[in-house]
């Protein structure tokens, strides 16, 4: 079956550092998704994507966050500076369209100490 | 703003027996609702959707009922078997769209 595939699974790094999460979507999925998932707000998307131009990043905080992708084989998610504030695990998400069912990377666990 | 609830953080179910999830949502404006499943430490895996011109759709033990007017939809699944303890999510978004958003999480857990 063909995954998501999503680096590193696991972060541990110190407030104030850069970090950066990678995605690889699945071969021939147009749509790309950035998620976060925290006790208090759950599910919430970040941004996305479609053909690799961003349709939304408005669930994300401008300021230290950014998401691009350089190809239509990897989707980056970039914190800098981090914050414990964004201690989370982080899902990438791709689908074959916008009407389609989109498939999850096992997720980054993100810690900011 | 919730614009789509799960009001029961967990459930408890014993094999065999069904296992009913809940979910409910505030725009009038989603026509696409999912359900997708999460065993811990992975990726939320889809498991079911309906579209809003229908109202029942199934797929083998699962079965997900959508009211549009109580702006209601449900998760069955007939039998419970334990390998189904996981957290379901629901979650919704516009047809034209790829924006989902998702409920707050329902903890299934099925007991032999």
């Known amino acids: 079956d063909a995954r998501v595939t999503q680096t590193p699974r696991d972060k541990v790094t110190e407030m104030g550092q850069e970090v950066t999460m990678r995605c690889q979507p699945i071969l021939g999925h147009n749509t790309v998704f950035w998620y976060r998932q925290t006790m208090m707000q759950g599910l919430e998307l970040l941004a996305y994507?479609?053909?690799?131009?961003?349709?939304?990043d408005s669930g994300m905080p401008k300021d230290r966050f950014s998401a691009e992708m350089p190809d239509a084989t990897l989707a980056t998610l970039k914190i800098q500076p981090s914050e414990p504030r964004d201690s989370a695990v982080y899902f990438c998400?791709?689908?074959?369209?916008?009407?389609?069912?989109?498939?999850f990377g096992d997720g980054t666990r993100l810690s900011i100490l | 703003d919730q614009q789509v609830k799960q009001n029961s953080p967990s459930l408890s179910v014993q094999e065999g027996r069904i296992s009913i999830l809940n979910c409910d949502y505030t725009?009038?404006?989603?026509?696409?609702f999912l359900w997708y499943k999460k065993y811990p430490a992975e990726g939320p895996t889809f498991l079911i959707s309906?579209?809003?011109?229908?109202d029942k759709n199934e797929d083998g033990r699962f079965t997900v009922f959508l009211n549009k007017s109580a702006k209601h939809l449900s998760l069955h699944i007939v039998p419970s078997q334990p390998g189904d303890s996981a957290v379901y999510f629901c979650?919704?978004?516009?047809?034209?769209?790829?924006?989902?958003?998702f409920g707050q999480g329902t903890e299934l857990s099925v007991k032999p």
């Open positions: 309906i579209s809003s011109i229908k």
């Open positions: 725009n009038s404006m989603f026509d696409y």
């Open positions: 979650a919704a978004k516009r047809n034209q769209g790829g924006k989902l958003i």
């Open positions: 994507f479609r053909n690799r131009a961003p349709l939304d």
């Open positions: 998400a791709s689908a074959r369209g916008s009407g389609q069912p989109q498939h």
